[in-house]
């Protein structure tokens, strides 16, 4: 008996350290992790990594990679596309609304000129969103007097 057990326990070492084979998280060789194209679409092989079903400018494996929606052309509702947040030189979060935690959305500091990516652009001490609520200028290093 204590020999069967051996034998298991030294099968069950060996397993484990065995690899994964490359292909098992992406069985149709599409370039998408199958969990990941399930848990969006309908099937594996419905949609492959080439492909845009959101039609915002990305592929579905960029959007695997960003971890945005790939059915969503603006993951986190805040006025951007993904493809904008992903191509925005400041780089924000496309799966986060505020990206700073200033209360602005990324869209609303986009349009306001500010950086998405700092709560205070000008670096005056005040968040932008401060500044925009009381009428300053949140580009502008002392707005307030």
Known sequence: ??????????LALLLALMPEPAFAADTDGDG???????????????????????????TNEQEESLGTDPTL?????????????SANPYKPDPAVADTDGDFLSDGEEVTLGTNPVEPDSDDD?????????????????????
């Not at 199958?34 to 079903?53: C, I, K, P, R």
């Not at 052309?73 to 947040?85: C, K, V, Y």
């Not at 932008?128 to 580009?139: A, C, R």
């Open 32 to 58: 998408l992790d199958d969990d990941w194209e399930l848990s969006y679409f309908v099937s594996v092989g419905s949609q492959d990594g080439s492909g845009d079903a959101d039609a915002d400018g990305l």
């Open 125 to 145: 001490g005040l968040t932008d969103y401060i500044e925009v609520t009381k009428g300053y200028n949140p580009l502008a290093g002392d707005s307030d007097g």
């Open 73 to 85: 052309p603006d993951t986190d509702g805040d006025g951007l596309t993904d493809a904008q947040e």
């Open 1 to 10: 008996m204590a020999r069967t057990s051996a034998w298991w326990t030294l």
